[in-house]
């Protein structure tokens, strides 16, 4: 291996190590206000790249469909419980809050000639139609537990994550998808070739890096998201509406999502399928930030991202293999230092 | 003949006719039914009762499967030593993976499993010795004795009988001394190590034991398709056994039945009708099916669907246990101690978290056969004073003896084993386990019978001198009645009572009980009080918490007063009362 190839898995590394220091960020946001360790993370940065790879192509994306699905069945599981609760003057309130947003991304979807918009409003389209579902799944599958332990909500999340799998295959199909770069301007830096798209990645994801720190460690809504995370009903009787921190969080981590889906695009071919694996390198990431800490979860994912750049280089058929052992040492270093483990969790 | 018994044989009766009855392609999807059981059993130990989730199940069945391919397909050898293969690698494997991630807190041991769940998945597609993602194929048939096990019936009795004797030999676990501790795990491990629990070794042993039993089912998994490849090992099949006991009910053996035969079938089902309603797609539509009808099951019944279907059973009466004849257990050697020694003893100790001093220079001795009050205003300190005496905490600084040895620095079980037993500010029961059972799990130290024994029901003759010993510590705190209810229907105060006796149990020494009185009545504390007087007379050491001031002064010896983390004053009850420092601080000082 020479040095030019050793920059060039360098950059590629720390591109992916971007993306995935997105997700592991997400996890850990997600982790912190709801307890949910969120399995379907990577499904929303599948839904990201095929939104935009279909409105590319001048089609209506399908996952506009599962948006207006998850909404009609919130909304009517909550005039449900309204009428149930003989709460009536509640439900035009809600059916305002479920189905307005919808009909106003359908009325944004069919006012547009899609294929040629310009890109950046692709990308806004994209957005506005995937980050709704955050929230939609948080009410559809999450709400109604969110007092229970730590495990069934992951053992919940697994079960989404299948559910979000098919129907991922259903909407778009078994073939793999590849959006148009935003720009596929290259520099020349000494002897290797710098692709813009790879330093936006990495511009992108450092800034909402640094979004996020600043929101949960210097402002009073951060401080609020994170009270929640530490005790639900303390944070509530202080009048936080917890439920809404829920709903918050995830869509923060479905926009994220999203953002990583797009920024990742153009530079490797998604499956309806590819969101686990991303998912759960992510999660490595974030275990290395023991799920807590985010400086040291993005420090974990470009980590993450050079490893597997490196060992696709060297034993490419072993790759997952030797990213996924790395969990095994870092779950070391992490038992021995919480060895007077804490009481029931 | 028990009810347990009962349904063993029944279930081994309907599984050996079943082949006689239905299809050929209904014997085999049973075939898999039991399959699927015996990982599932497995995880309800693992999960479902030690509370320590595992996505890396079938990682091992694959590891029993692989091992026995290269050995029997590839080696030539008998499919015999490729079952020892499989599970030594197994056991290797689990003992290691376990020692890594078994001491984490609940969340990373899934997320752990599910990375190395992938790992070996992707490790078995890209070794070529295990013939990559093609597999390895032709294995041989297994031979019994004369018996080639070659057809479906073949393995259906196989399986059955396999099945019916793991079922068995599980239930025989967990109603034993070790399956007590593993039962703990879930809720209470802290108040488990108090009684002398390994907790480490209980969450191996159930670690080891799923991973076992998932090998064994890779075993004949293989040499019922007669190859092998990478796909059934997934984290997917990983995820689908956890699926099983949830959509059963994850805290019963049977509940691990319902649920793979459930998950089974339902997916024939689905994969049966869903094409011809819907055209094409079936595989895609199963996952969603599935994935939503257990978030709906999660959501609407959380301890899965056995439950529901127990309630038209009749429930099980307590069993009747003649336990008067068991033999009593050995007693700790009462050694003397010279009679100016305490028993226990703290000098000097500090207990500081970051720049709070919960504990400042607190020094107090207890001597056999004294009872010692510690009493104090809330946030005096007392609780963490416990905590450094019994190794639940390590002080800053300072020194704990115990009849002259050394035991700050111990970890709590080790403390307990020197005959320091304790009771909880905040009661720590298992509240679904008899009380009878409760108190035995103080009893834990006294025991050997390790699992072997547990498993194959050896252990019987130790198990009723354990329960002997625990029943006769709940006839004597006066809770006799009470001894085959669940320990979480009683009231408060009789639970703190549950607790002494579970302490009583260990035979200790010294016994530190922290507010024992609170939530009694009147004449409850009369009851308690009597007993203590009774353990201070047998030589007990007893250092209590208590804010029941007619309580103290009456029983106490000798009383420490906390305030701020500190000793305000010492003496016996009758100075006490009348130091000026102490009812400043409890009635408020004179200006």
Same mark, same amino acid.
């Given at each position: ?345 | ?9 029944? !279930? ?48 091992? +069945? ?24 499989? !599970? ?12 890594? &991630? ?34 390895? #194929? ?121 649920? #793979?035969?459930?998950? &089974? ?112 205003? $809330? ?9 450094? !005496? ?57 025991? $050997? ?11 019987? #003759? ?41 302490? !009583? ?39 209590? +918490? ?9 029983? #106490? ?35």
């Amino acid at each position: 291996m020479d040095a030019t190839i050793a920059a060039f898995l360098l950059q590629d590394g720390l591109t992916t190590g971007a993306i995935y220091a997105l997700i592991a960020l997400a996890l850990v946001l997600v982790f912190a206000v709801t307890r949910v360790i969120f399995v379907g993370q990577g499904d929303f940065v599948v839904f990201g790249a095929l939104t935009l790879a279909s409105l590319q192509a001048g089609m209506l994306p399908p996952t506009f469909w599962l948006l207006l699905g998850c909404a009609v069945a919130g909304c009517v599981l909550d005039c449900a419980i309204a009428i149930r609760h003989q709460h009536l003057w509640r439900l035009p309130r809600i059916l305002l809050n479920y189905l307005l947003p919808s009909t106003l991304v359908w009325a944004a979807l069919s006012a547009f000639d899609l294929k040629n918009l310009p890109g950046l409003a692709q990308v806004a389209l994209t957005l506005l139609v995937v980050t709704p579902l955050g929230p939609l799944l948080y009410r559809l599958v999450y709400q109604r537990l969110a007092e229970t332990s730590v495990l069934m909500l992951l053992i919940v999340s697994v079960a989404l994550h299948i559910v979000l799998l098919g129907l991922s295959l259903l909407m778009f199909g078994a073939e793999g998808f590849r959006t148009e770069a935003l720009s596929d301007v290259a520099l020349t830096v000494g002897e290797m070739q710098v692709s813009l798209q790879s330093l936006m990645v990495i511009g992108c994801a450092l800034s909402l890096i640094i979004m996020l720190y600043l929101l949960f460690g210097h402002t009073l809504y951060g401080k609020a998201l994170r009270a929640t995370a530490f005790n639900r009903n303390g944070a509530q009787l202080v009048g936080i509406p917890t439920r809404l921190a829920g709903q918050a969080a995830f869509a923060l981590a479905a926009l994220v999502g999203a953002c990583s889906g797009i920024l990742i695009g153009p530079l490797t071919t998604l499956y309806y399928d590819s969101g686990f694996l991303i998912s759960l390198k992510g999660f490595v990431a974030a275990i290395i930030g023991g799920l807590a800490s985010y400086p040291m979860a993005a420090a974990g994912a470009f980590l993450v991202g050079t490893l597997e750049s490196f060992s696709m280089f060297w034993a490419s058929a072993y790759k997952e293999v030797i990213v996924f052992t790395l969990v095994i040492p870092v779950l070391l270093i992490l038992s021995l230092k919480h060895s007077h483990s804490g009481e029931e969790h | 003949m028990n009810r347990r018994l009962l349904a063993l044989l029944l !279930l081994l009766v309907g599984i050996v006719l079943a082949p006689q009855v239905l299809q050929p392609f209904h014997v085999t999807l049973l075939n898999y039914v039991g399959l699927y059981s015996l990982v599932a059993l497995g995880l309800v130990v693992l999960t479902g009762v030690g509370g320590l989730t595992s996505f890396g199940q079938a990682a091992f +069945v694959g590891i029993g499967a692989y091992a026995t391919a290269v050995v029997s397909a590839n080696l030539g050898l008998s499919p015999w030593l490729g079952l020892l293969a499989g !599970l030594g690698i197994t056991l290797v494997v689990a003992l290691l993976l376990g020692l890594l &991630t078994l001491r984490l807190a609940g969340h990373y041991l899934p997320l752990g499993t599910l990375a190395w769940g992938l790992a070996l998945y992707y490790l078995f597609g890209n070794l070529p010795m295990l013939g990559g993602f093609a597999g390895i #194929a032709d294995l041989p048939y297994i031979q019994l004795g004369g018996w080639t096990i070659d057809s479906a019936s073949d393995f259906t009795l196989i399986i059955g009988v396999l099945l019916v004797a793991t079922l068995w030999m599980l239930g025989n676990l967990l109603d034993s001394r070790q399956g007590r501790a593993i039962r703990s795990l879930k809720e209470a491990s802290g108040m488990a190590e108090a009684m002398g629990v390994n907790t480490m070794r209980s969450k191996l042993l159930a670690f080891v034991l799923a991973a076992l039993l998932a090998a064994l089912s890779g075993w004949i998994y293989a040499h019922m398709q007669r190859i092998v490849n990478p796909t059934p090992f997934s984290v997917t099949m990983g995820i689908e056994y956890l699926f099983m006991i949830v959509l059963g009910g994850a805290a019963s053996l049977w509940g691990a039945l319902l649920g #793979a035969a459930l998950l &089974t079938l339902f997916k024939q089902v689905l994969e049966d009708v869903l094409p011809q309603l819907l055209g094409g797609g079936g595989g895609t539509l199963e996952l969603i099916v599935f994935g939503v009808l257990i978030i709906l099951v999660l959501q609407y019944a959380k301890d899965g669907l056995l439950p529901l279907l127990q309630k038209y059973l009749p429930s099980p009466k307590p069993r009747a246990l003649d336990l008067h004849d068991a033999e009593p257990l050995p007693r700790r050697e009462a050694e003397r101690l010279p009679s100016n020694q305490p028993l226990l003893a703290a000098d000097g100790l500090v207990k500081r978290f970051g720049g709070l001093v919960a504990n400042n220079d607190m020094s107090l001795a207890v001597h056999a056969g004294q009872v010692v009050a510690l009493i104090g205003p $809330n946030g005096a300190g007392k609780s963490t004073l416990f905590n450094l !005496l019994t190794g639940v905490l390590p002080p800053t600084s300072g020194q704990v003896f115990f009849k002259g040895q050394r035991i700050d620095g111990l970890s709590p079980r080790a403390i307990a084993k020197l005959g320091v037993s304790r009771t909880f500010q905040h009661v720590r029961l298992l509240p679904g386990m008899s009380v009878l059972e409760n108190v035995a799990l103080g009893a834990h130290r006294r025991g $050997n019978a390790g699992v072997l024994r547990a498993l194959l029901r050896f252990d019987r #003759a130790e198990e009723r001198r354990l329960l002997a010993e625990a029943a006769r510590q709940i006839e004597r705190v006066g809770l006799a009645e009470y001894m085959h209810t669940p320990a979480g229907s009683l009231a408060l105060g009789q639970q703190r009572i549950v607790e002494i006796a579970r302490a !009583l149990c260990s035979d200790p020494q010294m016994l530190l009980l922290d507010e024992p009185a609170a939530g009694l009545r009147y004449n409850e504390k009369q009851t308690l009080a009597c007993l203590l007087e009774q353990l201070r007379e047998e030589g007990l050491g007893v250092l209590l +918490v208590e804010h029941d001031m007619d309580f103290v002064m009456g029983l #106490a010896d000798h009383i420490v007063v906390m305030e701020f983390g500190q000793r305000l004053a010492t003496g016996s009850p009758m100075e006490i009362q009348d130091n000026p420092a102490v009812l400043a601080a409890y009635l408020g000082g004179v200006e």
